[in-house]
Nanobody, 127 residues
Framework: QVQLAESGGGLVQVGGSLRLSCAAI????????MGWFRQAPGKEREFVAGVTWSGGNTYYSDSVKGRFTISRDNAKNALYLQMISLKPEDTAVYYCAADTDGNSWYIPTIQNEYDSWGQGTQVTVSS
């Protein structure tokens, strides 16, 4: 497992942009597939985007495809989620996750497949 910390959340207007970051503390996640999830009030945590260890392959949920971009910088031990054209339904707590003991070429979309989680960062999109 690896300790993760998200940052970059905040309040933004509809149509605005935000960039979330996720950093590993004390250990690298450069050999792990990584993902972003989100949880809105009263809803289940859902998969948003994932990336393989190299950054060469990505996968997005239909609800964010074309608006969100996941990327990583293994030299900096960092994961990012660039979000544009934000909508009120994007309001949620966003979590980064690492699959440290799985196949790093496979992008899990189910939260049970990830073994490390950050504390989350709040994103609020106001209309």
């Amino acid at each position: 497992q690896v300790q993760l910390a998200e940052s970059g959340g905040g309040l933004v207007q509809v149509g605005g942009s935000l960039r979330l970051s996720c950093a590993a503390i004390g250990r690298t996640f450069s050999h792990s597939a990584m993902g972003w999830f989100r949880q809105a009030p009263g809803k289940e945590r859902e998969f948003v985007a994932g990336v393989t260890w190299s950054g060469g392959n990505t996968y997005y949920s239909d609800s964010v495809k074309g608006r969100f971009t996941i990327s990583r910088d293994n030299a900096k031990n960092a994961l990012y989620l660039q979000m544009i054209s934000l909508k009120p339904e994007d309001t949620a707590v966003y979590y980064c996750a690492a699959d440290t003991d799985g196949n790093s070429w496979y992008i899990p979309t189910i939260q049970n497949e990830y073994d490390s989680w950050g504390q989350g960062t709040q994103v609020t999109v106001s209309s």
